[in-house]
């Protein structure tokens, strides 16, 4: 019988826009962070206010592990504000990648 880790959660599913997912490979490789702390920090910052503006509509989906009280913020946020959690966690990425204020910000 396979145990589930303790304290995480069972790796969640994320949805980002692809030109998102390139900004989080090349910030991930550059400067040698797993997309789990990525994610992580991102979520815990708090989502973008507004809704996110992308220049194409694909998407791409990858599983990561996040710790188990970082996923139940995401439902709990997700739930208040009445959104998917895959949607929560891609404004909380978006908002850290894509906006001049985020801390992975990168204008190029």
């Not at 997309?35 to 989906?61: F, H, M, N």
């Not at 996923?71 to 978006?94: H, M, P, Q, R, W």
């Amino acid at each position: 019988m396979i145990r589930p880790r303790l304290g995480r959660t069972p790796a969640p599913l994320v949805q980002v826009n692809e030109s998102l997912k390139k900004k989080m490979m090349e910030y991930s490789e550059e400067h040698f962070i797993p997309y789990s702390g990525l994610v992580t920090y991102s979520i815990l910052e708090g989502p973008y206010e507004g809704l996110p503006s992308y220049e194409d509509r694909d998407t791409v989906q990858f599983f990561t592990n996040v710790p188990e009280y970082v996923g139940e913020i995401v439902k709990e946020e997700a739930d208040e504000a009445n959104i998917k959690e895959l949607f929560y966690t891609s404004l909380c990425l978006y908002k850290q990648f894509m906006t001049p204020e985020g801390r992975f910000y990168n204008k190029d």
